[in-house]
């Protein structure tokens, strides 16, 4: 029950990125994913339509209706008359949900915008009639000055990321509805198969065991039900804990919970946010097991340990977990808003506050004394500074887990893992040690955020361990490290996930330190999955992961096709390696009996398998990705086979810093192509011959280079090739602009220096890539050597 991730509107309200669940990063549309602002105490009059859900309170629903009578007095009565829809339109988007991102407010390097981002069909139809509205509505006067071009106006309106412009965003089915079932190609992907574990659940945003031998699970619906379900898949027909009533769960916020050390003294823990006189609320709550039934909780034993009040309705993380330390760990987010406004440095670099990433907490033997007390070595206790903290220095941390080690050798044993979802470009996985600062709000992944913040070396902060950009989903789902006994191939993997984009991906350790290779996880085609019981198909959505109680506990996630809190349509998955089994008998449990004073509900799986073309062969393993330069992201290759629809990285304002020179000195149309291996340079306006962005011509298309290990001995080769005696540097970072119409060709080149072309010297593979165009690569060559 707490929020994931969003960012403010003009009025500091939430928006949403990406449909999460239970604090996500959301889209709109989503019950409870992300972190979502919740309806105003009182019904909005002007902006009614948000009353449920939205950004703005009374107070500033007023001020919008006050502005558009005043706008109807200083208008003609007849243009008023067909434009009055259009203001009422435009000044309600202060109070969407989706209010940060039509007004870029996302992004502190960009200017908050004076009107929303409209969709470019909407704008030239206002434009039409009522094109004079627009400057009473803002006080922008470039846009003023482009009132008379109809074309070059509605540019500038326009949002590029078109799944949130106004008012497609109002109907979008990526957005508002089931994203579609993903089923990723099994080329470049672990193939996995599925077996479904539940179905029918509203949201289920945890799944916890019991931890007693009775291998029972809880799972935790966002609407503040947890139900119980025996080995067998049954369901407890009466909820296990019921707080629904106290849980705040609009369409916009989410709730989960933890069950730590239920076998040895009966008690459980719940994380989940309430309101108290018109404020929210974090709480951390201690309930008792029934005495006489195993499958209840006693509602009447509530023991509040911990409440924490929010500044924002958003970024509230919302995980319990115990270490083998016997302490609990409270995961929260930055408090919300986007950028963590809050102080100088924002409360996830700040101490003395409860919003920054990790408590620590020892509640055990705390039942006639305070709720809880601080374990003696946490890494603050005698600063000034809140003792509860654990590590600082997260945005909104959404699942986090505690590896088991390995089976044989315990490597591993003990270290956390965690997913943080990001504000406008990356999501990060983390692995968290005691103490440590991780960043959030200087950097985010591996590239500075706050300038300023970021250049301050005192920070001592550390690096994911792994990060990708919005292009490939925008809100990370943290997983765990399969130690299970049932698939021994899988020992190691880190498996996530992300909410957006329903990818599946996994990070392996590498032998050398600090270093994680990528691989998706996609779902097999043919008979790969075929086995009685298995499919190879999953909803999008991926809110949660999850291990059982064996000894090794196996993995499973949950997942929903509509992300909305009153949807039964959220399934728990098991994963399935077909590929090596253990022996049988091996992984048997016998669970211990429990006895069951309810009705049982037998399950019935509803999945079935998608029969597809023959699974292609297993592929290769990937090269180790290594952990990068501090200004570059970690990310995977780019999945040719098509996806649904998802929206792409939060926009900028027009007329945003774009590096995109123009192109001069190209090649005409020719009857014959250039040989594959040729090279040629683009030069921005301004510069002299000699020095570019580096285009290679490869596959039969022209395409860039982008790497930021681009060297003195690769711009040799290219220079060599252009009929230059002499390479004078290397540039990186798109210094002589981003070649964004093309596609990205050579990645991770490394040249000895007399290879006669790039195709010759080591690269990551044609069109494989894991970086971006703002890396796009040049050279300044010459004719002189420059040393005499």
Not at 155 to 183: K, Q
Not at 220 to 226: F, R, S, T
Request: with cysteine.
């Amino acid at each position: 029950m707490a929020g994931r991730r969003a960012g403010p509107g003009p009025e500091r309200c939430l928006a949403l990125l990406a449909l999460r669940a239970l604090g996500a990063a959301g889209a709109p549309a989503v019950p409870g994913l992300s972190g979502r602002p919740s309806g105003p105490p009182q019904p909005l009059s002007f902006c009614a339509q948000y009353s449920a859900f939205g950004c703005c309170a009374p107070e500033r629903d007023a001020a919008l209706g006050r502005r558009f009578w005043a706008l109807a007095a200083r208008v003609d009565a007849g243009v008023w008359a067909a434009c009055a829809g259009y203001a009422l339109d435009l000044l309600c988007q202060e109070c969407s949900p989706y209010a940060a991102h039509l007004y870029d407010a996302e992004d502190p390097s960009t200017p908050l915008r004076t009107l929303p981002g409209l969709c470019e069909d909407y704008c030239l139809d206002m434009w039409q009639t009522c094109r004079g509205l627009f400057r009473h509505l803002s006080p922008d006067r470039k846009l003023w000055a482009l009132e008379g071009d109809r074309a070059k106006f509605c540019r500038y309106l326009s949002l590029d990321d078109t799944d949130y412009c106004f008012p497609r965003l109002l109907v979008n089915e990526n957005l508002n509805s089931n994203l579609g079932r993903v089923v990723a190609d099994a080329k470049g992907c672990l193939q996995l198969c599925l077996e479904e574990v539940a179905n029918g659940l509203r949201n289920p945003v945890a799944m916890v065991h019991a931890q007693d031998g009775t291998h029972r699970f809880f799972v935790a619906e966002q609407v503040g039900l947890v139900w119980a379900y025996l080995p067998d898949r049954s369901r407890v027909e009466k909820p296990f804990l019921n707080i629904s009533r106290a849980v705040l769960t609009s369409p916009w916020e989410g709730d989960e919970r933890g069950f730590p050390r239920f076998r040895h003294n009966g008690r459980l823990y719940v994380y989940y946010s309430v309101r108290v006189d018109f404020h929210e609320w974090i709480r951390i709550s201690e309930f008792r097991v029934e005495e006489d039934d195993a499958n209840a909780v006693d509602h009447s034993s509530e023991r509040i340990i911990l409440e924490i009040e929010e500044p924002a309705a958003n970024h509230n993380g919302g995980q319990l977990l115990f270490g083998d330390d016997g302490y609990l760990y409270i995961f929260t987010g930055d408090g919300g808003m986007a950028g963590d406004p809050f102080g100088t440095f924002g409360n996830a670099q700040n101490k003395y506050v409860l919003f920054f990433g990790w408590l620590r907490l020892d509640v055990d033997g705390t039942d006639r004394g305070p709720p809880y007390r601080i374990p003696p070595d946490n890494p603050f206790v005698g600063d000034p500074a809140r003792p509860e903290v654990y590590a600082l220095g997260v945005r909104n941390m959404w699942r986090c887990s505690f590896d088991r080690g390995d089976p044989a050798s315990g490597a591993g044993r003990g270290r956390l893992f965690c997913g943080d979802v990001g504000q406008n470009k990356f999501e990060e996985v983390d692995l968290v040690e005691r103490g440590r600062n991780y960043g959030w709000r200087a950097r985010e992944g591996f590239e500075c955020y706050d300038l300023k913040l970021c250049a301050n070396a005192s920070l001592d902060d550390v690096l994911p361990i792994f990060a990708y950009p919005h292009k490939l989903g925008k809100s990370v789902t943290g997983g765990y490290v399969y130690r299970g006994c049932e698939y021994p191939n899988l020992n190691g993997l880190y498996i996530f996930g992300d909410f957006m984009s329903g990818r599946l991906m996994s990070l392996r350790e590498s032998p050398g330190p600090g270093q994680w290779q990528y691989s998706e996880l996609c779902m097999g085609r043919g008979q790969t999955c075929e086995f009685p019981g298995l499919i190879n198909n999953y909803y999008p959505h991926i809110i949660s992961f999850a291990e059982d109680e064996a000894v090794q506990g196996e993995l499973y996630f949950m997942s929903t096709g509509v992300p909305s809190a009153t949807a039964a349509r959220g399934v728990i998955y098991k994963i399935i390696d077909p590929s090596r089994r253990a022996p049988p008998g091996k992984c048997q449990i016998q669970p211990a009996q429990v006895m069951v004073r309810s009705r049982l509900i037998r399950f019935v799986p509803k999945e079935k398998f998608i029969r597809r073309a023959e699974s292609t062969p297993r592929p290769t393993a990937p090269a180790p990705t290594k952990v990068p330069s501090r200004r570059r992201p970690t990310a995977p290759p780019p999945v040719s086979t098509p996806r649904p629809a998802r929206p792409t990285r939060p926009t900028r304002r027009p007329g945003g810093r774009r590096v995109s020179g123009r192109r001069r000195g190209r090649p005409g149309t020719e009857n014959s192509a250039p040989l594959n291996g040729a090279v040629r340079l683009v030069r921005p306006a301004g510069l002299g011959p000699g020095r570019g962005r580096v285009e290679v011509f490869a596959g039969g298309r022209w395409g860039t280079v982008c790497d930021d290990g681009w060297d003195i001995k690769a711009t040799a080769v290219v220079c060599r090739q252009l009929g230059f005696a002499h390479a004078v540097r290397a540039t990186k970072g798109a210094e002589f602009g981003e070649g964004r119409a093309l596609p990205i060709l050579l990645d991770d080149v490394r040249c000895a220096g007399d290879e006669k072309t790039l195709l010759e010297c080591r690269h990551r593979g044609l069109g494989t890539h894991n970086c971006r165009h703002e890396e796009d690569a040049g050279v300044i060559c010459s004719h002189e050597d420059p040393d005499r």
